[in-house]
């Protein structure tokens, strides 16, 4: 084994590794529970600047080989998550007590950053386990209503659920090309034969139950409401960029065969159009956010049928401006002792006459969010449909432009609650450090916002 | 050869008897059963794969799936027995705390 290699290729992971650890050895040493905001924060940055290092440098090697190997596009992309856990962890405090929930999102973003740079099932299995096994508790720790731990068992059984057809067609892609290499599904792809398609079809099916799409999507609108507002942040800008990220690497130089393009390209539309329409009845908010996150899973599966150069750069530049904006948003959100109250679309009421700077940077993110122009929604989306056109499909970016846009109602619907209403008497009082992230987000959108092309270059 | 094919027909059936479950069961603790079926089919059919080519990978991954598969369920069950107390009944269907 090449020790260097194994050092600096994995330099991220171990500083994730590392602050976990200490973490739980001051938990141990200390009588009253210590507060893990400050231990968390560093080991975010430390991860986030060594993968951004990483990234910048061109480093690539093999620690593992033929099980995890690292190129710049996983740095890029393990700095993407890492850097959108920073406000997410912010966002944390006075929600969750003590260390623990830092250590399980230090754990599920070591699994995420393992996905990145998987070359086999069975490192993809692990990474994709660890990720999401430490949100299941994650979702159960907020315990604000009953419906926390409804919400954090439909996650976990859907959850299983997917990684079992997972791993089911890893094994008949086992059985077709003989191997259990990530590159055995883009075999599996082009090779036509019943059992590499019925792999083909379950690993893709496992992708959507993971990343929402409909039908696989029962357990987000849940999962999110039953959630407290940072775990929400989380699934929302970091589980789902760690899930498309990790398909993009799965995808690899592959196109999409003629044969697989009807079910991998009607799942998102109907998704989009599905996700968009049932946002519009909700009157909570993490509940209509989970609808848009439903509806923004299909445009990001939709990036696969365009062709495979341009894939990582639209994919990984539609994660960052999404996960920011959800950020952003949910920085915005009024805290409250009552969390199902303080998640009703009516709190917001009159949010603009109080609180002006979160109620503009909830516009922001809203606008962002229904891919209005200039915001870096918009070129997010911009990307992903035209690479969909330059591949000939025509016909189905129109679709899912035409359904992307039937979200603009319930976006602009908030604004009209933060904007528009009166303020009633009580005050709305503010997340503690929500002004911290808000900024995080906010200076990263504003360059996106100005100088989207800066960040195009460099993916 | 025979023997390979009725082994992958057994894990076939196992893996689809574990998703209909997932799906129309309502139980919250046969549900779990159910995905453990479905592991369990996956690992048949890892262990029938690998053997036919040789792949020591596989086999590694079908202890995986068991330690994976113990993690999932200590992290269900504390679930399932506070929704079982809050609610006392197992009952997923009469959870009607999140509709919509």
């Known amino acids: 084994m090449n020790w260097q290699a194994v050092f600096i290729g994995m330099l991220p992971e171990h500083l994730l590794l590392a602050g976990a650890l200490l973490l739980i050895v001051v938990e141990l040493l200390s009588r009253r529970p210590p507060d893990g905001l400050p231990l968390a924060l560093a080991t975010l940055a430390a991860a986030f600047l060594a993968a951004l290092w990483l990234a910048a440098t061109g480093h690539a090697g093999e620690p593992f080989p033929g099980q995890l190997t690292v190129d710049p596009a996983a740095f890029a992309g393990k700095a993407v998550m890492l850097g959108l856990a920073i406000p997410v962890a912010l966002l944390a405090r006075g929600e969750l007590e003590g260390p623990r929930p830092y250590l399980l999102l230090l754990f599920s973003l070591y699994g995420a950053c393992l996905t990145l740079s998987a070359d086999s099932f069975l490192t993809l299995f692990i990474g994709l386990e660890l990720l999401s096994l430490p949100v299941y508790v994650l979702v159960m720790a907020g315990m604000r209503g009953p419906g926390s731990a409804e919400a954090a068992l439909k996650y976990l059984v859907l959850g299983g659920t997917a990684s079992a057809m997972l791993l089911m067609g890893a094994s008949l892609l086992l059985g077709a090309t003989g191997t259990l290499a990530i590159a055995s599904f883009a075999a599996g792809l082009g090779a036509g034969t019943p059992l590499a398609t019925a792999g083909v079809l379950l690993v893709v099916a496992a992708f959507f139950l993971k990343g929402a799409v409909v039908p696989f999507h029962a357990w987000a609108p849940d999962a999110y409401q039953g959630a407290t507002v940072p775990v929400t942040a989380y699934m929302a800008a970091i589980v789902k960029a760690g899930v498309l990220l990790a398909a993009v690497r799965l995808f690899g130089e592959a196109g999409v065969p003629p044969a697989l393009v009807a079910p991998i390209a009607l799942l998102p539309l109907v998704s989009m159009a599905w996700g968009n329409l049932a946002a519009i009845r909700q009157s909570s908010f993490r509940r209509m956010i989970a609808y848009s996150s439903i509806a923004h899973a299909g445009y990001l599966f939709f990036a696969f049928l365009g062709a495979p150069e341009g894939r990582f750069e639209a994919v990984a530049f539609y994660v960052i401006a999404y996960g920011l904006m959800n950020v952003l948003a949910f920085a915005a959100l009024p805290a409250g002792a009552d969390d199902a109250a303080a998640d009703r679309l009516e709190s917001l009421q009159g949010l603009y006459s109080r609180r002006p700077y979160a109620a503009i940077t909830l516009g922001i993110a809203m606008l962002s969010l229904a891919g209005l122009p200039p915001f870096p929604g918009f070129v997010a989306k911009f990307l992903i449909f035209r690479n969909v056109m330059e591949a000939g499909y025509t016909g189905i970016a129109v679709a899912g432009l035409l359904a992307s846009y039937l979200g603009l109602y319930f976006y602009l619907r908030v604004l009209q609650f933060a904007f528009m209403g009166s303020a009633s008497g009580e005050t709305i009082p503010a997340r503690r450090l929500a002004l911290g992230a808000s900024l995080l987000c906010l200076i990263p959108v504003a360059l996106l916002t100005f100088f989207p092309g800066w960040l195009l270059e460099r993916l | ?100």
Do not use: C, H, Y
């Open chain 2, 1 to 100: 050869m025979a023997e390979q094919q009725f082994l992958l027909a057994a894990s076939a059936v196992l893996f689809s008897l574990g998703l209909l479950g997932v799906i129309i069961r309502r139980n919250a603790l046969v549900m779990l059963m159910s995905m453990e079926l479905m592991l369990n089919g996956v690992n048949l059919s890892l262990v029938t794969f690998a053997s036919a080519a040789g792949s020591t990978e596989a086999a590694v991954l079908v202890f995986l799936v068991f330690v994976v598969a113990a993690a999932e369920i200590a992290i269900a069950i504390p679930i399932v027995l506070a929704l079982a107390r809050r609610r006392g009944t197992l009952d997923a269907g009469s959870w009607t705390e999140l509709k919509g």
